[in-house]
């Protein structure tokens, strides 16, 4: 998996926990995450599909896509200890890297999704 899509509201306490949780999973090895809501706003219902076009775009054109706008990261995110990155321009994607990336939707009632999307070429 070279990126995850998150959530990314931009608030000051569901932004640290997502990018844990990520970390997490991928901190050993590191990982781009990014989110479409500094190019959409939040799309509310729409939020999580808009996301999945934005990760399908990037499979598609093999390249990891910037985040616009990032200027002054979150300090709460230990964005260096856990090996999360974020792309602020875009860049080719990542040759030991199997083109696979994560997204991330979360309801405000409470409802939590996460979705794993593949390029045709990774499933040989």
Same mark, same amino acid.
């Given at each position: 998996t070279a990126m995850i899509e998150c959530h990314g509201t931009g608030t000051t306490v569901g932004d640290p926990i997502?990018?844990?949780? @990520?970390? /997490?999973?991928?901190?050993?090895h590191g990982i781009? %995450?990014?989110? @479409?809501?500094? /190019?959409l706003g939040h799309s509310e219902g729409?939020?999580? !599909?808009?996301?999945?076009?934005?990760?399908t775009l990037a499979l598609e054109n093999k390249?990891?896509?910037?985040? %616009?706008h990032f200027t002054?990261?979150?300090?709460?995110? +230990?964005?260096?200890?856990?090996? !999360?990155? @974020?792309?602020t321009?875009?860049?080719?994607?990542p040759?030991? +890297?199997?083109?696979l990336v994560g997204v991330n939707s979360f309801g405000i009632g409470g409802?939590?999704?996460? @979705? &794993? &999307?593949g390029s045709a070429e990774s499933f040989g």
């Open positions: 997502e990018a844990a949780a @990520v970390a /997490n999973v991928f901190g050993e781009y %995450i990014g989110s @479409v809501k500094p /190019n729409a939020s999580g !599909l808009s996301s999945i076009i934005k990760m390249t990891i896509p910037p985040n %616009i002054t990261p979150n300090p709460k995110i +230990r964005f260096d200890e856990c090996k !999360l990155k @974020v792309p321009e875009p860049l080719p994607w040759q030991d +890297r199997d083109e409802s939590n999704a996460h @979705v &794993l &999307l």
